[in-house]
């Protein structure tokens, strides 16, 4: 064998190697990043109005009541009934609730839906 030839070899060799590397970083490239993505963006359609609703600032029926002491506030449970600036009574329902155990004199009202605002005044 000729010098001619082995260095012929040895760079074929040499290019065969480099080809092998080059195709073997694209696929490998190829297969690790995702491809783009064909989906089209569509915007979320909302059930509810854009517009903001403001929190309720009361819960109909619902009364929380706190009386200046605990003393009181056990005399005054179970059902009552309450007059009003124009004489009309408002009938109540007091009971304890997971907060009464926290802050003495805490109690929950339930009156009807329709005269909520009365019982709140008729309790002041």
């Known amino acids: 064998m000729s010098i001619f030839r082995l260095s012929s070899l040895k760079q074929r060799l040499r290019v065969g190697l480099f080809f092998i590397l080059c195709v073997g970083l694209i696929v490998t490239a190829l297969l690790s990043f995702p491809s783009l993505s064909r989906a089209k963006f ?11 609703t403001s929190p309720r600032r009361f819960v109909p029926g619902t009364v929380l009541v706190r ?4 003393a ?7 059902s ?3 007059a009003l600036a124009d004489g009309q009574l408002v009938s109540m329902q007091l009971e304890n609730f997971e907060a009464s155990e926290l802050i003495p004199g805490l109690r929950l009202a339930h009156v009807a839906e329709s005269e909520t605002l009365n019982a709140v005044a008729a309790l002041r």
């Open 42 to 52: 569509e915007p979320v359609q909302s059930t509810r109005s854009t517009r903001k």
């Open 72 to 78: 009181i506030a056990a005399h005054r449970s179970g």
């Open 80 to 82: 009552q009934r309450m």
């Open 67 to 70: 009386y200046r002491n605990e």
